[in-house]
């Protein structure tokens, strides 16, 4: 596909924490659409993530308890941003990090998902420019790209659209091709698979029907146990894949990954 025929949605995404596994959730969101033939849409959403927003991820964006407390939650606006996603291509900075809490809270919501792929602007500028470091704060200095806001969800995608118009003119080929951009990737960032392709039939199938279903679950000191979950939803997070469960044992909703869960009871045995 030529680009210039590519529907690109920039994004960008705070949160309260580093890892959706460890139970980080999304509080800011930021949107540029450019379709073709249609003007350059911008959308920016506050979100609710339904646990306290921690010191650390406060002192680098300055989101607090109190601007996100009558913001919606992310199910709230699923739809719309599924929609936006069908058939586009995301790009981002380090948009792995912005996949990995998108994809996850699209997946609580219960609302599937299929974009064209995936772009990521701070290995383009790698491949392209030599610079101290490849940060989006460090590319837009270097670059003299305004960049007023920084950390905040909508500034932050409006720089990255202005990183990658300025790759593209850098890279100055006549006919680019989505394709073309793509093999400047080290790795390609990818959209993670529907839920059916990621997990064992059980698993799969319990998340499906909101039935209980048993498993022997490994810690990372390799002491195992039995749970009994209700399976609500998967994601991936870097290499692996999470599955978010009620957990009756703890009784509260849990994270397990799911290279370490080592058995797995089939309803349809017992």
Known sequence: MQLKDAKLVFVDVETTGLSPAMGDRIVEMGLVVCEPG???????QLINPDRPIPMDARSVHGITDADVA??????????????LFCNAWLVGHNIRFDVGFLSMELAIAGYRVEPAGCLDTCQLAAATWELPDYKLDTITSKMNIAHPAKHRALDDAVATQSVFELLVEEVGEADLTVADLQSMH???PRWPMHPQTMLPEPLYDAITSGQLISIRYENGDGRSSLRMI???????????????????KSAEMRTFRLDR??????????
């Open 230 to 248: 209700r399976p609500f939803t998967c994601f991936t997070a870097g290499r692996h894949v999470y599955v978010k469960a009620f957990c009756t």
């Open 261 to 270: 869960i080592v058995e797995i009871a089939d309803p349809a045995a017992a």
């Open 70 to 83: 009558t913001a919606p939650r992310f199910e709230a606006v699923a739809q719309t941003v599924g929609e």
């Open 38 to 44: 249609q003007k350059t849409r911008q959308a920016s």
């Open 186 to 188: 080290r790795y390609q």
